[in-house]
């Protein structure tokens, strides 16, 4: 197929694009079905309900624009929507992955045995409840570790001027890194390597995680695109995974 472990790394553009192939890849469809439920119907009825507040939420978020700024009112105002939507996409995107791990997990464990040309795992049913306490754990170990950090960037909004110029910026950053953690721990988590040693993983090769959580980040804020988002994204970690980690890191359940 599309990767082979030990081949040459490549951008997170990439293995953002390979996602989007991936998912059409032959017998991945049905495992690709779960995770694209899950956010259709989550992230679907959540941006709805996101649409019909911003009329009220955007200029409540202006009026802590302090007068001196003023002038730049009309750049501002773009910034703040934008800023408000990476907020609420990301926590939507967060409970939409509480909900589907399993099946992402799942995703990433029987792509990664196609690219690799292994036997893909017969796992069923019975097999997905006996991990769901180990995966649900992960997820909290993902969420204790990421909601200090949200917190921070979040009460940077409230103090007027940094609020709506630094802050969003921030905040994109973060949820490109945060993404790309979100996603690649699919594949490290299947092969049950500790949270701590996956973060310094891909701290090794930041700048690819940084472009491919960036992205996924985008894609999250436009609708339609953002319904399909988490299996493209699953399926670009694991490809990346494979090409990047799987020799070093792999470890055989």
Not at 137 to 147: G, T
Not at 156 to 170: E, K, N, R, S, W
Not at 210 to 220: C, D, K, P, R, Y
């Given at each position: 197929?599309?990767?082979h472990?030990?081949?040459?790394?490549?951008?997170?553009?990439?293995?953002?694009?390979?996602?989007?192939?991936?998912?059409?890849e032959?017998?991945?469809g049905?495992?690709?079905?779960?995770p694209l439920?899950v956010?259709?119907l989550?992230?679907?009825?959540?941006?709805?309900?996101l649409f019909?507040?911003?009329?009220a939420?955007?200029?409540?978020?202006?009026?802590?624009?302090?007068d001196?700024?003023?002038?730049?009112?009309y750049?501002?105002?773009?910034?703040?929507t934008?800023?408000i939507?990476?907020?609420?996409?990301?926590?939507?995107s967060?409970?939409a992955?509480?909900?589907a791990?399993?099946?992402?997990g799942?995703?990433?464990?029987?792509?990664?045995?196609?690219l690799?040309?292994?036997?893909?795992?017969?796992?069923?049913?019975?097999?997905?409840m006996k991990?769901?306490?180990?995966i649900m754990?992960?997820?909290?170990?993902?969420?204790?570790?990421?909601?200090p950090r949200?917190?921070?960037l979040?009460l940077?909004?409230?103090?007027?001027?940094?609020?709506?110029?630094?802050?969003?910026?921030?905040w994109f950053?973060?949820?490109?890194?945060?993404?790309a953690?979100?996603?690649c721990?699919?594949?490290?988590?299947?092969h049950?390597?500790?949270?701590?040693?996956?973060?310094?993983?891909?701290?090794?090769?930041?700048?690819?995680n940084?472009?491919?959580?960036?992205?996924?980040?985008?894609?999250?804020l436009?609708?339609?695109?953002?319904?399909?988002?988490?299996?493209?994204?699953v399926?670009g970690a694991?490809?990346?995974?494979?090409?990047?980690y799987r020799?070093q890191?792999a470890?055989?359940?």
């Open positions: 197929m599309v990767s472990s030990g081949s040459t790394p490549r951008s997170g553009l990439h293995y953002f694009s390979q996602g989007w192939k991936l998912i059409r032959p017998g991945i049905r495992f690709v079905f779960l439920l956010n259709v989550w992230m679907g009825g959540a941006f709805w309900w019909t507040q911003l009329g939420w955007i200029p409540a978020l202006m009026s802590h624009v302090p001196w700024l003023q002038w730049l009112s750049l501002l105002w773009p910034l703040a934008l800023s939507l990476l907020v609420f996409s990301y926590f939507f967060t409970v992955n509480w909900i791990a399993p099946f992402n799942l995703l990433a464990e029987q792509l990664e045995a196609r690799t040309g292994a036997t893909p795992p017969d796992t069923g049913v019975i097999d997905i991990d769901l306490p180990r754990k992960r997820e909290w170990q993902k969420f204790a570790w990421y909601l949200a917190v921070v979040l940077l909004y409230f103090i007027p001027g940094i609020g709506q110029t630094v802050a969003p910026v921030l950053l973060f949820s490109a890194w945060m993404l953690i979100q996603y721990d699919y594949p490290f988590d299947n049950k390597v500790p949270f701590a040693e996956m973060r310094i993983a891909l701290r090794e090769r930041k700048m690819i940084m472009q491919f959580g960036a992205l996924v980040s985008l894609f999250t436009i609708p339609i695109l953002n319904l399909v988002i988490m299996p493209v994204a399926c694991t490809a990346m995974w494979v090409d990047c020799a890191h470890r055989w359940r």
